[in-house]
């Protein structure tokens, strides 16, 4: 089982709001073999499939190799504008995608501060 990919795409999907059949649509990829790489069941899903996945939700290549197991983590990597920048998290790659206007970054951050501000 791959639970950090099934844990990456399955955020991924979520934040940027779209269906199984939505991302099938998209990728070429059959909603029923997303649904079974989100639940962990595919455990060696084709690199052409991660690099689909990749552009659709716009994020590194890279990244999903990695999470795949195909690829070391490594702890930089160059981000596709050439900067150099750390491994990053689930969270990182869903708010990287989601393509979110000012406001919504704003609300963001706002909730962010208010989980902060109840752990201590």
């Known amino acids: 089982m791959n639970e950090e990919l099934a844990k990456r795409l399955s955020q991924l999907r979520k934040l940027k709001g779209v269906s199984l059949?939505?991302?099938e649509a998209?990728?070429?990829?059959?909603?029923?073999?997303?649904?079974?790489?989100?639940?962990?069941?595919?455990?060696?899903p084709a690199p052409e499939k991660l690099r689909r996945l990749a552009e659709f939700f716009g994020i590194p290549y890279e990244t999903l190799l990695e999470a795949a197991g195909y690829?070391?983590?490594a702890p930089a990597r160059?981000?596709?504008?050439?900067?150099?920048?750390e491994k990053t998290t689930p969270f990182q790659d869903a708010v990287q995608s989601?393509?979110?206007?000012e406001k919504e970054q704003e609300m963001v951050i706002d909730y962010i501060a208010f989980l902060q501000s109840r752990k201590k």
Not at 27 to 43: C, D, F, H, K, P
Not at 98 to 101: G, I, P, V, W, Y
């Open 21 to 23: 059949r939505q991302v």
């Open 26 to 44: 998209a990728t070429g990829i059959s909603n029923a073999y997303l649904s079974q790489l989100e639940r962990g069941v595919a455990t060696q």
């Open 71 to 73: 690829l070391e983590q």
């Open 78 to 85: 160059v981000h596709r504008y050439g900067a150099a920048v």
């Open 98 to 101: 989601a393509d979110l206007t």
